[in-house]
């Protein structure tokens, strides 16, 4: 139980570093492209994640075997972070951070597919729910009567879909032992050679704040990884992973206070049916454990921006998230 309450913390303390990814992606100067803003995300978390992964080299070798899996889940990645980015840069922190949060409940169904774990009925109901919650925050895009006021939420959504199907093969490679270190830093790494081509195209000169934001995002970015690899370590994520929702929280404060962003009503009716959909998932599971006569499905995946998947409740380090 004391191993829970610490996974709690940690987890809500990631997602705390990675509302303040959020907040320096949109201090910085809105004219510096995406593609470099993501670079400088990716290039910090690869250098700190390379540290990582030296500390036990012989985890590099677990890529054997695993190159289709991690390729496609850094491609995913990093076409999760484009977006995620360019919502930030483009409508309310708090509203990009709530639809990339719906990494999750697209896990849910590119798991049926590709991992072929059948969901239950719950976790339908929930999945729909959740999409139905992202219309809310939609509509005031709608209401604005400009297509290209709705193209932030789609890249919202995008992000969060991207997530969903990086972390789908996340968890398929560490079901066939990837470990997770090398998971991550190949995915920083693989990502910012995407990035760098781009970046240096539409390079745009920047001031020594915008320069400073870039390299805290990152910084915040690998404190979330870590203290989100040290919560699935703790506990497994059907215990636990509710609490990344407190990430809204977070944004929320930061966009009031730095940015004077108030989020509309309709965005907090789309908060609650999400975080809603989020808890009753989270409770069906607690029930299931409690009453073993009840039918058991295969662990959908329940990754949140680059969490670590859970492999099993004793998995310990074997454990990805949330880009």
């Keep these: 139980m004391k191993t829970k309450y610490q996974g709690i913390i940690f987890i809500i303390i990631s997602a705390f570093f990675f509302s303040l990814m959020f907040l320096f992606v949109a201090l910085a100067d809105e004219n510096i492209p995406t593609a470099q803003k993501a670079f400088f995300r990716n290039i910090v978390a690869a250098a700190i994640s390379f540290v990582m992964l030296m500390r036990k080299p012989s985890d590099f070798k677990t890529i054997k075997g695993n190159w289709v899996s991690v390729l496609i889940r850094s491609v995913a990645g990093t076409a999760g972070i484009f977006l995620n980015f360019y919502a930030i840069d483009n409508m309310n922190i708090s509203d990009a951070s709530m639809l990339n949060k719906l990494s999750p409940f697209f896990g849910i169904v590119f798991s ?9 009925w719950v976790e339908w109901v929930a999945v729909i729910a959740a999409f139905g919650g992202a219309v809310f925050i939609a509509l005031p895009g709608f209401g604005a009567g400009k297509a290209w006021e709705f193209l932030p939420v ?14 789908t093969f996340m968890r398929k490679a560490s079901l066939n032992g990837a470990a997770r270190n090398m998971i991550v830093f190949m995915f920083s790494f693989i990502s910012s050679l995407i990035f760098l081509p781009p970046m240096i195209i539409t390079f745009r000169p920047m001031s020594w704040l915008d320069t400073l934001y870039l390299f805290l995002a990152g910084t915040a970015a690998a404190g979330g990884q870590i203290f989100i690899t040290m919560a699935y370590a703790k506990a497994p994520a059907k215990s636990i992973s509710v609490f990344d929702y407190t990430i809204i929280i977070f944004s929320a404060i930061w966009g009031a206070i730095f940015l004077g962003q108030y989020p509309v009503w309709q965005s907090y009716v789309g908060y609650v049916i999400i975080i809603a959909a989020a808890i009753s998932v989270w409770l069906y599971h607690l029930y299931r454990d409690k009453h073993p006569k009840v039918k058991k499905t295969k662990e959908p995946i329940d990754l949140n921006n680059e969490k670590p998947p859970e492999m099993s409740s004793d998995a310990g380090e074997k454990t990805e998230k949330r880009e």
């Design 112 to 120: 049926l597919f590709i991992l072929r774990e059948k969901p239950s």
């Design 154 to 167: 789609l890249a919202g959504v995008g992000g969060g879909m991207m997530a969903g199907l990086a972390y």
